[in-house]
């Protein structure tokens, strides 16, 4: 029972290790929260760092969800476990205690932590996100859209309630963590990305 507790209190401080912030004073020597759109991601390193560095950011994130939850059957193979470590590391990046709780909108941790659950309602959020964002550009409307789509998959491909209830919890927080964004898209106000833009 302790290790299992210590590896959920890892994969939380592991989760909340702030890749945007680390490779954005790696690269460009500034805080990221204070360029761009003020958020610690790898959209925003992106935009403001460069296309390697916000592609650097966006792989940390991602395995920060999937290997604490890949790993976590070794220790206990229960999916409620899983869960329970899947939860760590989404916790871990939205509210990082290394920056005053205050982290990511959780969606690239999130694509690590989902893909490691559950594959194939993964893949197909993947795919929503990528029609999404090549038809209008914008990244926080495709995470929005695929996000959407995990709880609604997860059901309609047999997983069990525990399941659909956490994925359905996770997608409230991560349309909660873009309701500004929602609000710039509402406004048509918010920042498309184009990735062969030159800067």
Do not use: Q
């Not at 969800?65 to 590391?89: E, K, L, Q, R």
């Not at 309630?161 to 919890?169: K, S």
């Amino acid at each position: 029972m302790l290790i299992k507790i210590l590896y959920i209190i890892i994969t939380y401080l592991c989760g909340s290790i702030p890749s945007a912030y680390i490779v954005a004073k790696a690269n460009g020597k500034v805080d990221i929260r204070t360029v761009g759109s003020g958020n610690s991601g790898a959209t925003n390193v992106f935009r403001e760092i460069g296309k390697c560095a916000g592609v650097i950011t966006l792989i940390a994130d991602i395995l920060k969800g999937f290997i604490p939850v890949y790993f976590a059957t070794f220790i206990d193979n229960s999916f409620s476990y899983s869960v329970a470590v899947a939860a760590a590391a989404m916790v871990g990046h939205v509210f990082t205690i290394f920056l005053k709780f205050k982290g990511g909108k959780g969606v690239a941790t999130g694509l690590g932590v989902f893909f490691a659950l559950m594959r194939w309602p993964s893949l197909i959020a993947l795919a929503i996100f990528g029609l999404a964002f090549v038809f209008s550009r914008y990244v926080s409307l495709g995470s929005i859209c695929a996000v959407i789509s995990l709880p609604l998959t997860s059901y309609f491909l047999g997983y069990s309630t525990e399941v659909v209830i956490f994925t359905f919890a996770i997608t409230l927080l991560i349309i909660y963590r873009h309701r500004t964004n929602i609000k710039r898209l509402i406004e048509r106000s918010e920042n498309k990305l184009r990735i062969f833009k030159k800067k």
